[in-house]
T-cell receptor, first 113, second 112 residues
Framework: NAGVTQTPKFQVLKTGQSMTLQCAQDMNHEYMSWYRQDPGMGLRLIHYSVGAGITDQGEVPNGYNVSRSTTEDFPLRLLSAAPSQTSVYFC????????????FGNGTRLTVT | DAKTTQPTSMDCAEGRAANLPCNHSTISGNEYVYWYRQIHSQGPQYIIHGLKNNETNEMASLIITEDRKSSTLILPHATLRDTAVYYCIVRVPYNQGGKLIFGQGTELSVKP
C-alpha cells in the first residue's frame, strides 16, 4: 500500500518557469489537499478538493492552480514560478466523511532561483 | 474553523510523561480536536482526535476539558524519538467545509 505519493522529491526552477507537482493516492480518498511549509513555520493550506471535479482555495492560493479529474490524482501547477514559492510542498488525503484523519506524503522540496 | 493557541516549546525528560496543552476557547459544537506531529521535515503524522470524551490509542491520550475550551495531549512515556513539533487543530467535517488549518505548534524536545 503506497499511501500518498509525491513526485518529484526535489526540484530547482528558474523564475518564470512552469511545472507541475504530482500527488497520487491509492486509498480511494475523496478529500485531497496541498500545503506549503516555509522554514520555521507551520503548514499553510494552498488548495483542496472534496472529490473529483471539485476544488477550492485555501489560505494561500495565489500563484497556484489545481484540478481533480480523477479520485487518485491532485496535481499542483505553478504557471510562472517566483522565488517566493521556494518551499516544501506536502500533499495530503483523507476520506471526506466524518472526521477521518489526513494522510500526508513525504513532500517536494522546491527551490526557485 | 476555530483557532488554537499552543506554547512555542517544551522540554521533557526521557521516560517521563509529556503533557502538551492547547487552548481552543472559540471551538464550536461540531468541531473535533486533532493532534498531529512533524518530525524533522517529514510529512505530518496523525496522532489522535476527539470531540468531548477523553481518547486513548497506542500513541497517546487526549484529555478534553468539560467546556471543550482546552485539551491536553499526553505521551505517557516520552522517548527521544518523540522529539517533534506537535500541532493542535480544530475543525468541522470535510463535507461541511472544514479545512485542516495548522498553527505554529509546540516544539517538544525530549532530553536524556
Amino acid at each position: 500500500n503506497a499511501g500518498v505519493t509525491q513526485t518529484p522529491k526535489f526540484q530547482v526552477l528558474k523564475t518564470g518557469q512552469s511545472m507541475t507537482l504530482q500527488c497520487a493516492q491509492d486509498m480511494n480518498h475523496e478529500y485531497m489537499s496541498w500545503y506549503r511549509q516555509d522554514p520555521g513555520m507551520g503548514l499553510r493550506l494552498i488548495h483542496y478538493s472534496v472529490g473529483a471535479g471539485i476544488t477550492d482555495q485555501g489560505e494561500v492560493p495565489n500563484g497556484y492552480n489545481v484540478s481533480r479529474s480523477t479520485t487518485e490524482d491532485f496535481p499542483l501547477r505553478l504557471l510562472s514560478a517566483a522565488p517566493s514559492q521556494t518551499s516544501v510542498y506536502f500533499c495530503a488525503s483523507s476520506y471526506s466523511r466524518g472526521y477521518s484523519p489526513l494522510h500526508f506524503g513525504n513532500g517536494t522540496r522546491l527551490t526557485v532561483t | 474553523d476555530a483557532k488554537t493557541t499552543q506554547p512555542t516549546s517544551m522540554d521533557c525528560a526521557e521516560g517521563r510523561a509529556a503533557n502538551l496543552p492547547c487552548n481552543h476557547s472559540t471551538i464550536s459544537g461540531n468541531e473535533y480536536v486533532y493532534w498531529y506531529r512533524q518530525i524533522h521535515s517529514q510529512g505530518p503524522q496523525y496522532i489522535i482526535h476527539g470531540l468531548k470524551n477523553n481518547e486513548t490509542n497506542e500513541m497517546a491520550s487526549l484529555i478534553i476539558t468539560e467546556d471543550r475550551k482546552s485539551s491536553t495531549l499526553i505521551l505517557p512515556h516520552a522517548t527521544l524519538r518523540d522529539t517533534a513539533v506537535y500541532y493542535c487543530i480544530v475543525r468541522v467535517p470535510y463535507n461541511q467545509g472544514g479545512k485542516l488549518i495548522f498553527g505554529q505548534g509546540t516544539e517538544l524536545s525530549v532530553k536524556p
